[in-house]
Nanobody, 127 residues
Framework: QVRPVEAGGGLVQAGGSLRLSCAAS????????MGWFRQAPGKEREFVGA????????YYADSLKGRFTISRDNAKNTVYLQMNSLKPEDTAVYSC????????????????????WGQGTQVTVSS
């Protein structure tokens, strides 16, 4: 079982950057595909991006392509979300999630496909 814990959120001005991290304790981190989601006040949870077990495959929400980048370091049991050119509409609680994946290349984009969730970290982008 994996237990994700996010870090790195905070307050940033529009146009700035933040890097979130998600450290997953437990065993066999490399057996899990990882995803990032976000939820703004009054809105539904939204898919941000995902990365396969190997880290070679990534997938992003169309609206975020080119600004957000996901990577992982299996030796450190950590996945990262690099966010650039941030906008006020990026303000949300960002959560990472883990899903045990059979294949190295599998990516999951739906929240119901993830069994393990972190508590989330707040990102606030000021205008």
């Amino acid at each position: 079982q994996v237990r994700p814990v996010e870090a790195g959120g905070g307050l940033v001005q529009a146009g700035g950057s933040l890097r979130l991290s998600c450290a997953a304790s437990g065993v066999s981190f490399s057996n899990y595909a990882m995803g990032w989601f976000r939820q703004a006040p009054g809105k539904e949870r939204e898919f941000v991006g995902a990365i396969s077990r190997s880290g070679y495959n990534t997938y992003y929400a169309d609206s975020l392509k080119g600004r957000f980048t996901i990577s992982r370091d299996n030796a450190k049991n950590t996945v990262y979300l690099q966010m650039n050119s941030l906008k006020p509409e990026d303000t949300a609680v960002y959560s990472c999630a883990a899903s045990e994946a059979l294949y190295l290349s599998h990516i999951y984009t739906a929240s119901y496909e993830y069994a393990y969730w972190g508590q989330g970290t707040q990102v606030t982008v000021s205008s």
